[in-house]
């Protein structure tokens, strides 16, 4: 499903204008990322968690000639999927 895809899922679901279903995914996906930069995770109650996970630096290997990297520390996104969510895709 694409973002698009799910724009017009909601607009259809909610009776509501595509444009005001964009609006709507727009700011949702915003209030997250703003969340998650703070380092403040997001809990939908039965559906999930967004929330930032560290990873350690880390050697690693060029594909291309095999030689040795080394590959920073990073903060990357996760999602962890509510019991609701995990029932129902069961």
Request: hydrophobic share 40%; no cysteine.
């Amino acid at each position: 499903m694409t973002k698009g895809d799910l724009v017009g899922a909601i607009s259809k679901e909610a009776g509501i204008t595509k444009v005001a279903a964009e609006k709507a995914v727009t700011a949702f996906t915003g209030a997250v990322t703003k969340s998650l930069k703070k380092g403040d995770a997001v809990s939908l109650v039965g559906f999930g968690t967004f929330s930032i996970s560290r990873r350690k630096a880390r050697k690693g290997r060029n594909p291309q000639n095999g030689k040795e990297i080394n590959i920073p520390a990073a903060k990357v996104p996760k999602f962890k999927a509510g019991k609701l969510l995990k029932s129902a895709v069961r």
